[in-house]
């Protein structure tokens, strides 16, 4: 990383870059490739870990001693942050929205195996009830370290301004290799600003295209630009984001998040049996429906290189049993 930015070692780094060269053949589409971010190694990986390098360190330096943060049940933000929590030595707090269910399987497993605590919302809204758990702590004695959902802040998002430098240096070992789009799952915002901030910081000329999981498409706009508007400014070179520039796809939200649909579940099987890549059910099985759709379309020329950001989140996969079986 080329900003002073304090950091926690917590990924393998860079994550390697693949062709899909059968899914590529399948689609009668573009060339297309795939950067393995769900290979960040930490506990399962995901994108995640590369921004709890950033957070992680700031809550050392703030002297925390308990991580809190919140998600939906089979959040792979809520297992990263625990994991990362054990290597650091710090108590975890999960925040998680509804009721515990009768099977703890995926995600939820994992946050258990790692010595998470687990705080279910019931009824209340997530972030009502973390505050909650934030001043309980303090009054109990301890220094929490709070992490928004997702861990979208502006100093989470540089992690992935960084991780465009990583591809640009990638790419630049490959023969020069350039890619006119660059593909991903987008929801609580920060990994797609944290792109938008490093292709403008690198010059990178292919699209930064975020595929949404459950947002609509100016509310994603908005919140994507205002993080990267903070994101800028936090790494010294600052640059006003307007929404209607940040490129968003909301065709793809199905019937609601965590639903999988029979899009979600095309991409998971033409990933896996053309690829032996997997796909989670929430989030990159949505994004490489919504590309898969628009190369079908002609939205996405057959003469395009495109590269598919895989954000991890594999453990979900053992929550869906049913569904994928049938």
């Known amino acids: ?97 509804g009721h515990a269910p009768a099977e703890f399987n995926g995600n939820l497993l994992l946050d258990h195996l790692l010595g998470a605590r687990l705080v279910w919302s019931g009824d209340r809204a997530r972030e009502e009830m973390m505050e909650e758990v934030v001043a309980a702590e303090r009054r109990a004695g301890r220094t929490p370290y709070a992490i928004p959902l997702g861990g979208s802040t502006p100093l989470g998002a540089a992690a992935y301004s960084s991780a465009l430098e990583e591809l640009k240096a990638q790419t630049a070992s490959l023969d020069g290799l350039e890619f006119d789009r660059i593909i991903f799952a987008s929801s609580s915002g920060g990994t797609h600003a944290g792109l938008c901030v490093g292709a403008y910081l690198t010059g990178c000329r292919g699209q930064v295209l975020g595929i949404s999981i459950d947002e609509e498409l100016d509310s994603l706009q908005e919140m994507v630009a205002n993080i990267a508007t903070e994101t800028a400014r936090l790494l010294g070179r600052p640059r006003n984001f307007a929404p209607n520039e940040i490129a968003a796809n909301a065709n793809y939200l199905g019937e609601g998040y965590g639903i999988l649909g029979p899009p979600e579940r095309e991409a998971i099987d033409l990933f896996a049996r053309l690829e032996g890549v997997l796909l989670d059910p929430v989030y990159t099985a949505r994004a490489a429906a919504g590309m898969i759709d628009l190369i079908r379309r002609g939205a996405i020329a057959k003469d395009e290189t495109v590269l598919f950001w895989h954000t991890g989140g594999i453990p979900a996969l053992w929550a869906y049993t049913k569904e994928l079986l049938t």
């Open 1 to 97: 990383m080329n900003f002073d930015l304090a950091r926690v070692f917590l990924a393998s780094l860079p994550t390697p870059i693949e062709s899909l060269p059968r899914l590529s053949q399948a689609l009668q589409g573009p060339r297309i490739f795939i950067k393995r971010d769900d290979l960040t190694g930490l506990a399962g990986g995901g994108n995640k870990t590369r921004k709890l390098e950033l957070l992680v360190a700031e809550a050392q330096a703030a002297g925390a001693d308990t991580l809190i943060t919140l998600g939906a049940a089979q959040s792979n933000h809520c297992r990263q942050t625990a994991a990362a929590a054990a290597r650091c030595g710090f108590r975890c707090i999960l925040v998680l929205r």
